[in-house]
């Protein structure tokens, strides 16, 4: 079963612009977690999204958006990029959280450079 | 809602020498308890995980940790290190299965 794929790897834009990136989950995975890591703050949860839904979103601005599409690949966007959001940021996905607890598995994540 | 504690930011040890990683947390609710691994330029890598039953629990590569409830304690070792295990651990605490919350990482450093 291939992994956790989250494209591009590398990105880097400037000040001001926008920035999407992309997360397949394992197939059959249908909750979809994306972290964000930096050296200042560690690793921040940001958001989780289960059938399209976003369920839980953690502490961040609104120029952080995620959606997740009916085949479970989910993106995430920020808009207006600031320097402090350089970051690597991680997509997990999980099976169907229906039942007990289900493991997150992590792709290799983005690396995002704002200049 | 939870927080955790990794008591060290950097642990340098000899290669085959015995390491252990602290880690404590804090939380309102039981919680399931997580040991990662973070290689560089990588994603993390489950180590091993605590949800239920026996305190005592392996993980892959030869490590363990500990679930202490009446500390709120979760401390990772490894017996005998290899060079190999020079990398970043994450400990992480969660009440459900979607939201991790992590620490801050310990930055193990094997020498030969």
Redesign the interface.
């Known amino acids: 079963k291939a992994g956790v794929t989250q494209t591009p790897r590398y990105l880097i834009k400037t000040r001001g612009q926008q920035v999407t990136l992309s997360c397949s989950p394992i197939s059959g995975h249908r909750s979809v977690s994306w972290y964000q890591q930096t050296p200042g703050q560690g690793l921040q949860f940001l958001f989780e999204y289960f059938s399209e839904t976003q369920r839980n979103k953690g502490n961040f601005p609104g120029r952080f958006s995620g959606r997740q599409f009916s085949n479970s690949r989910s993106e995430m966007n920020v808009s207006t990029l600031e320097l402090g959001d350089s970051a690597l940021y991680l997509c997990a996905s999980s099976p169907s959280p229906a039942s007990g607890f289900n493991e997150q598995f992590f792709g290799p994540g983005t690396r995002l450079t704002v200049l | 809602a939870q927080s955790v504690t990794q008591l060290d930011s950097q642990v340098p040890v000899f290669e085959e020498a015995p390491v252990e990683l602290r880690c404590n947390y804090s939380s309102s609710v039981s919680v399931?308890l997580f040991w990662?691994v973070q290689y560089p330029?990588?994603?993390?890598?489950?180590l091993l995980?605590y949800?239920s039953g026996s305190t005592l629990v392996k993980g892959i590569n030869g490590f363990e940790a500990e679930f202490n409830k009446s500390q709120t304690s979760f401390h990772l070792r490894k017996p005998s290190v290899h060079i190999s295990d020079t990398a970043e651990y994450?400990c992480?605490v969660?009440e459900?299965?979607?939201?991790?919350?992590?620490?801050?990482?310990t930055t193990v450093t094997v020498r030969a």
Do not use: E, V
């Open positions: 399931y990662y330029n990588q994603g993390l890598q489950l995980k949800l994450f992480a969660s459900d299965d979607y939201k991790l919350s992590f620490g801050a990482g």
